[in-house]
């Protein structure tokens, strides 16, 4: 069976300045890993997937993340971030491509920007 | 049009009440997925339909009764539920064969208050 641990429900932040928002997972298997968002009232929106090759993935919004596979993690960054980056991030995993199988998720960590 | 649509985006209804939530993509994917979302939880997979045939039933209680009526449409059914029924419900479609399909996405969510 497969898991995500978000380590952090919350993490306030000012604007400008750097996040890495943490993600660690437990599977048998080879995964598929995604990061999503949720704006207030709006559904998940793709972020960025690792679904093989480099480890670094970009994504969308100036966001990044980068595959550890000996760490099991799927860390989250982005180097300056902004009043609209304010969200909820989950982090979630597949054995299947994201679809058929469903996604597991980690809880959420809600991004709290500060002026 | 978005990619998947729901409606109605908000609901409140009686625990004695009969309602159904709908979804709509206009992708032209094969899978569709019910996910449940409540506060301080991690999103919970419901249903998964697969070429319009459910394939997948996350021991959801019977008052959920979800119909897929074509690869475009999914509804989910909703009677005699309870106030912890009450949460965003998230709908979801992806394309693929098998086991292997692309990322899922989500539509903006129903809004269900059971009172």
């Known amino acids: 069976a497969q898991s995500v641990t978000q380590l952090d429900s919350q993490v306030p932040v000012f604007e400008e300045a750097p996040v890495e928002l943490r993600c660690n997972y437990s599977?048998?298997?080879?995964?598929?890993l995604f990061w999503y968002v949720q704006y207030p009232n709006q559904g998940l929106q793709l972020l960025l997937k690792?679904?093989?090759?480099?480890?670094l993935v970009k994504g969308i919004n100036g966001f990044e993340a980068e595959f550890n596979k000996s760490q099991t993690s799927f860390h989250l960054r982005k180097p300056s971030v902004h009043i609209s980056d304010t969200a909820e991030y989950f982090c979630a995993v597949s054995e299947s491509g994201g679809g058929a199988d469903g996604l597991t998720f980690g809880k959420g960590t809600h991004l709290i920007i500060q002026p | 049009e978005t990619g998947v649509t729901q409606t109605p985006r908000h609901l409140v209804m009686g625990m004695t009440n009969k309602k159904s939530l709908k979804c709509e993509q206009h992708?032209?994917?094969?899978?569709m997925y019910w996910y449940k979302q409540s506060a301080k939880k991690p999103l919970e997979l419901m249903f998964v339909y697969s070429l319009e045939e459910r394939v997948e039933n996350n021991s959801v209680p019977s008052r959920f009764s979800p119909e897929c009526p074509n690869s475009s449409h999914l509804f989910l059914h909703l009677h005699t539920l309870q106030p912890e029924d009450s949460a965003l419900y998230l709908c979801?479609?992806?394309?693929?064969?098998?086991?292997?399909?692309?990322?899922?996405?989500f539509g903006q969510g129903t809004r269900l208050t059971v009172v």
């Open positions: 979801a479609s992806s394309q693929g064969q098998g086991h292997q399909h692309t990322e899922a996405f």
């Open positions: 690792y679904l093989s090759g480099s480890t």
């Open positions: 599977s048998s298997v080879s995964v598929y």
């Open positions: 992708l032209g994917h094969n899978a």
